[in-house]
């Protein structure tokens, strides 16, 4: 069975592609800060082992790739993130915060992504997903939410830069935005549905390839600019 490790897989879009990747077979890594918060994974039928891990701590990070160590993952879905905290105008950014934020949505991913490189090195074809937003491109970019939009665009330049000093390495890269979706951080009023946006996401997925490496795709797998 092909193998997925999910970060931030306790709740939202990470438990939805935890149930929905165990649905069709996978065995899936889910990975928790807290493990005593994982009910909703312990619940989804299927191959599901949950896993501690704070991608903010990189001692927590190489713990888990040691203890993991001779297991291919076909599959790291990096999703574990954090939202924008509340912002003030004229100098009132909050500064610890913002690195803060910049801990769990840029180098999180990327200190993940090294650290399980040899796994996914092991499959066949490994695939490394990132789950950004629009909010960090550049091209269409506006104003407000710089700490998010800032650690989102931060995380996909480095995303592109890995994918292009791994290609020919047998992995794909990609930069997915979820849309606007009901969760933690999207909210209430958000229209689309986890398990819709999952859903389209895993198609993209399941196309990607050295081709299609290192891009920034929506969920409705058209391309956003940088």
Same mark, same amino acid.
């Given at each position: ?83 924008? +905290?509340? %912002?003030?105008? *004229? ?5 610890? =915060?913002? /690195? &803060?934020? #910049?801990? !769990?949505? $840029?180098? @999180? ?81 958000? +229209?689309? %549905?986890?398990? *819709? ?5 895993? =198609?993209? /997925? &399941?196309? #990607?390839? !050295?081709? $299609?490496? @290192? ?12």
């Amino acid at each position: 069975m092909p193998v997925a490790l999910i970060t931030g897989a306790g709740r939202g879009i990470g438990l939805e592609f935890a149930r929905q990747y165990a649905d069709e077979g996978w065995t899936v890594l889910a990975g928790v800060r807290d493990p005593g918060t994982a009910g909703d994974l312990l619940g989804i039928d299927g191959d599901v082992a949950v896993v501690e891990m704070d991608v903010t701590d990189p001692a927590a990070v190489a713990i888990l790739s040691e203890r993991l160590s001779g297991i291919a993952i076909d599959l790291l879905i990096n999703n574990a993130g954090r939202g924008n +905290p509340a %912002e003030l105008s *004229d100098g009132g950014i909050d500064y610890a =915060a913002w /690195i &803060d934020v #910049l801990q !769990a949505n $840029t180098l @999180g991913p990327v200190r993940v992504t090294e650290a399980f490189l040899p796994h996914l090195r092991a499959a066949e074809h490994g695939k490394i997903v990132t789950i950004s937003s629009q909010m960090g491109s550049i091209g269409q970019s506006s104003g407000r939410a710089i700490i998010y939009r800032s650690s989102k665009a931060a995380v996909n330049a480095a995303m592109r830069a890995m994918a292009m000093d791994h290609k020919g390495e047998g992995l794909s890269f990609a930069v997915l935005h979820p849309g606007w979706v009901k969760s933690g951080i999207g909210g209430a009023k958000a +229209p689309l %549905e986890a398990a *819709d946006s999952v859903a389209a996401m895993r =198609a993209i /997925i &399941d196309e #990607l390839d !050295a081709d $299609t490496t @290192g891009r920034f795709w929506n969920y409705d797998g058209s391309e956003i600019p940088w």
